[in-house]
């Protein structure tokens, strides 16, 4: 007969060890995920490994427990949870739920003494029990039934403690443990223990005198005067310690075994959460591709296949759809269209609408109105083949995407599913996915490209009221649908790239690397292989005695977090991280950037991406040119390789100056800060001043540095804890910090308040544009997710109205170029910045018309300030 095994997890430990142990991430509606992507990965593989018959994840109830009578300042010391982590616990254990885990916790006890009743009722039971947490204390509960799993790097290496494990590592059985701790102590827990005790000695007089009280009734024994004095001192201590150390085994647990039965989950209920979430990795190891892509039943449509394309298929008011597969559609082709309108459905290939003269003066007429999915990939893809769509008057893509930026937007089915129109496939059944992908016959593609332009037809109507009903046509008609024309333009046009400089700036930085590789042998004594893991942590641990912060499995942690702490420790350390700093340097931006040059233009054509923030900022791929890492001077130096397309040119950047703040100031309508900005003050000394109560002269470097901190804190919403990361102080002092800046900056604080009660009274938030956000979590009961979208709520109208400022500049600027005939460009849109080309004799025009339209494209209550220059080069236009 088949033994029972239960396996018990510590939820809030291993929560704590994911959210450290992975950096901060985030799903499409900003909700932090990287404590519940952790957690799941261990409860799948938990699943996976263990197959338990039975389970549960035992949590905290709350802060105080039975503990707290005995000592007052138990756990005392522990720092606050970060939001960031509080936020994720409802769906960790909503995740549990889904997989029909059961979850437990007890006022008054902790997790560590619900797992302990449930492991010694199971051991009585004759039950195989398993515990799993990242906290050593449970190793205490280690018996021949009950093994304990600590996690040891963040989740992914596990050390099992079993009591020949315990007695191997530490000398002393299991039930030594707390008599360990009796005398330790734990300051992770604030249990005092003995002053001056550590592990090595603790273990020493275990090992000599047995238990704790057996050596406090021996204390004459002890060797040492200073250790006996210690040990007299402190032996109330010393058991109070060892009590709170202790894990109880009977505590009043309500749940049964019987009730902790695993019988498995719904796939169903954990699909869907994970596309909430957007774990989608995980939904492909669940293997739910397959399952989904069972042929849905459509009804059936009719439509022409069009061999010759005729004047009468192409008339005033059209739904045009122009199907592309490949997501970077600059080097792909097309795969066909079709097009709806009054006389019909049609079916054009390639090849028919290419060799059209009619087509091509249809696509190209302005008066011949066209309904589209994505114009500016539409634009791209036919200028392809020399035509210039126009007459484009509604993009189904971008008013999707405006009436609600949280929606994953896959391709034209997910919209349509969205507004209740079923009768179409999503792409990726369509066609397959990955190796399986592919083009379908002539006659299933004609059908469902058929389909997707009848999905343009039906729901424009809708979709067009929804953002009158909103008051966002303008923002539709004016902001998004011009510059998707122009952002068409920049990405077809394209930005040269200098090779050979490019390819120079590698070998610069590969003799670079050599030269510091020569210095890091010099100060190890050796040469190693620096790139090494196993052979750098022998060097930095074992031959230079450097302190070890981390382990891993396979020997010594040399993560960067661990260099970044070690760096005031030996100057080897400060050589290795500019190593792997040029490292990656050499090989995603030099290495990478040669990968996507055309080799006949010698330009990169990089794909904004204008559907996809929920703030409205454009990013950019294929590359992503907005993510060239400027604080290293060698990352400075690869926009050497940006230059003009024309001889004789020069490249002209010019960026807006502190543009959140500005519009903060104008939002919040504070009188400080408006002033400071009409007065042309630097606003962090400024705020330094506020903060720290000293007049401008007094105002040293750190305190400017902690001011510009908390000022774009606050425009990003910061908490205490991520801006006691950035600086590098305390969570305590960072509260602190934020708390006296609201005191210095009452409209801020005022304009916090008043946004909060706005988003729950409406649901959402605007910018100055009237580009919303949703927040359904604003009104949750739930303290951690309500918090959260309060500071989404502040930072949000910030955030994204910026975004709409740059834009529009963007159409204001592509009008007055016209206007004046001139011959520049506009090239790249990076952040607050515009990057243009221009001939020489256009500079003087240049800078007299960029900042003025930039500075004047809205109306604030401060000026808006645009910071200009120019050069050979991107690099020499900062």
């Not at 901060?24 to 799948?44: C, E, Q, R, S, W």
């Not at 050796?526 to 893991?533: H, K, Q």
């Amino acid at each position: 007969m088949t033994k029972n095994k239960l396996v018990l997890i510590d939820g809030n430990s291993i929560a704590y060890r994911a959210f450290f142990a992975l950096p901060l991430l985030n799903n499409d509606k900003g909700v932090h995920t990287n404590a519940i992507y952790g957690f799941t990965m261990m409860l799948t593989r938990i699943l996976e490994d263990e197959k338990p018959s039975h389970i549960l994840v035992a949590f905290d109830a709350g802060k105080t427990t039975f503990r707290h009578q005995t000592f007052s300042e138990y756990k005392g010391g522990r720092q606050k949870t970060p939001p960031e982590l509080s936020e994720q616990f409802p769906f960790i254990r909503e995740l549990l739920d889904r997989y029909s885990i059961s979850r437990y916790e007890l006022e008054n006890y902790e997790a560590d003494d619900i797992i302990g009743t449930l492991s010694l009722q199971a051991e009585k039971e004759g039950f195989e029990v398993k515990v799993i947490s990242g906290d050593k204390d449970l190793t205490q509960l280690s018996s021949e039934d009950t093994t304990v799993a600590i996690t040891k790097k963040g989740i992914t290496e596990i050390e099992e403690y079993t009591p020949a494990h315990i007695e191997e590592k530490y000398g002393i059985t299991a039930d030594r443990i707390i008599d360990m701790k009796g005398l330790m102590g734990d300051s992770s827990d604030n249990i005092p223990g003995v002053p001056g005790v550590g592990e090595k000695t603790a273990l020493k007089l275990l090992k000599e005198f047995g238990t704790l009280e057996d050596l406090l009734n021996s204390i004459d024994q002890v060797s040492g005067a200073k250790l006996k004095e210690k040990l007299e001192q402190h032996k109330d201590q010393a058991i109070m310690s060892k009590q709170l150390a202790t894990i109880t085994r009977e505590a009043p647990v309500e749940v049964s075994l019987q009730d902790l039965h695993y019988k498995g989950y719904e796939l169903d209920q954990v699909k869907s959460l994970y596309k909430e979430l957007g774990f989608n990795s995980l939904l492909d190891k669940l293997g739910v591709a397959d399952e989904d892509a069972e042929e849905e039943s459509l009804e059936e449509i009719s439509y022409t296949i069009v061999e010759k394309i005729e004047q009468a298929m192409l008339t005033d008011h059209n739904a045009f759809y122009v199907e592309i597969l490949e997501d970077n559609y600059h080097y792909a082709d097309i795969t066909g269209f079709s097009i709806v309108n009054e006389s019909g459905s049609y079916f054009i290939s390639k090849e028919a609408a290419l060799q059209s003269e009619l087509f091509k003066k249809w696509a190209e007429d302005p008066d011949k109105k066209k309904t589209v999915y994505d114009a500016k990939r539409s634009e791209v893809s036919l200028r392809h083949h020399g035509i210039h769509l126009k007459g484009v008057d509604f993009d189904l893509l971008l008013a999707t995407y405006i009436i609600d930026p949280s929606e994953t937007i896959e391709d034209v089915a997910s919209v349509a599913k969205k507004h209740g129109y079923s009768a179409i496939q999503s792409d990726e059944i369509f066609y397959g996915k990955g190796a399986k992908r592919k083009v379908p016959e002539k006659e299933q593609l004609a059908e469902h490209l058929v389909r997707k332009a009848l999905v343009l037809d039906s729901l424009k109507n809708q979709l067009i009221d929804e953002l009158e009903k909103n008051k966002q046509s303008d923002l539709f008609y004016n902001l998004e649908m011009p510059l998707s024309l122009i952002l068409a333009d920049m990405e077809s046009f394209g930005i040269k790239v200098d090779l050979n400089r490019l390819k120079e700036m590698g070998k610069e930085i590969i003799l670079k690397l050599d030269e510091i590789e020569k210095n890091i042998f010099a100060l190890a004594g050796e040469a190693f292989n620096i790139n090494s893991p196993k052979q750098l942590g022998v060097i930095l641990f074992d031959k230079l005695g450097l302190p070890v912060i981390k382990k891993t499995k396979t020997g010594y942690s040399t993560s960067a977090d661990v260099l970044e702490k070690l760096e005031a420790d030996h100057e080897i350390i400060r050589e290795i991280l500019h190593y792997r700093q040029l490292g990656k340097l050499q090989s995603t931006y030099i290495e990478g950037l040669l990968k996507v040059v055309n080799n006949e233009s010698e330009k990169v054509h990089t794909r904004f991406n204008q559907a996809l923030t929920q703030t409205g900022r454009l990013s950019s791929t294929d590359p992503n040119l907005q993510n060239i890492p400027i604080r290293l001077e060698e990352g400075r130096k690869i926009r050497q390789a940006f230059i003009p397309s024309e001889q004789d040119w020069v490249i002209f950047a010019a960026d807006y100056s502190q543009i959140e703040l500005r519009v903060l100031a104008h939002i919040a309508d504070d009188e400080k800060l408006i002033s400071a900005f009409r007065e042309d003050l630097d606003i962090h000394t400024k705020t330094a001043m506020e903060v720290f109560h000293v007049e401008a002269e007094d105002v040293t470097s750190n305190m400017r540095r902690h001011a510009k901190a908390v000022n774009f804190g606050i425009v990003y919403g910061i908490s205490d804890y991520g801006l006691s990361q950035s600086l590098g102080i305390t969570r305590k002092e960072a509260g602190q910090f934020i708390e006296r800046y609201l005191e210095s900056y009452p409209g801020v604080k005022q304009y916090m308040e008043d946004i909060v009660y706005d988003a729950k009274q409406k649901g959402f938030v605007t910018t100055l544009l009237q580009r919303r956000r949703y927040l359904p979590e604003i009104t949750s009961r739930n303290f951690n997710m309500r918090s959260f979208a309060e500071r989404t709520a502040m930072n949000t109208p910030i955030q994204g109205s910026a975004a709409d400022i740059i834009k529009k500049a963007m159409i204001d600027m592509a009008a007055r170029l016209e206007k004046e005939k001139a011959k520049s460009r506009l090239l790249l849109q990076v952040h607050d910045e515009l990057i243009f080309e221009a001939p020489k004799d256009e500079i003087e025009l240049l800078s007299k018309i960029v900042p003025e339209v930039m500075e004047n494209t809205v109306e604030l209550k401060v000026p808006l300030k645009v910071d200009f220059s120019f050069g050979p080069t991107w690099f020499d236009a900062k």
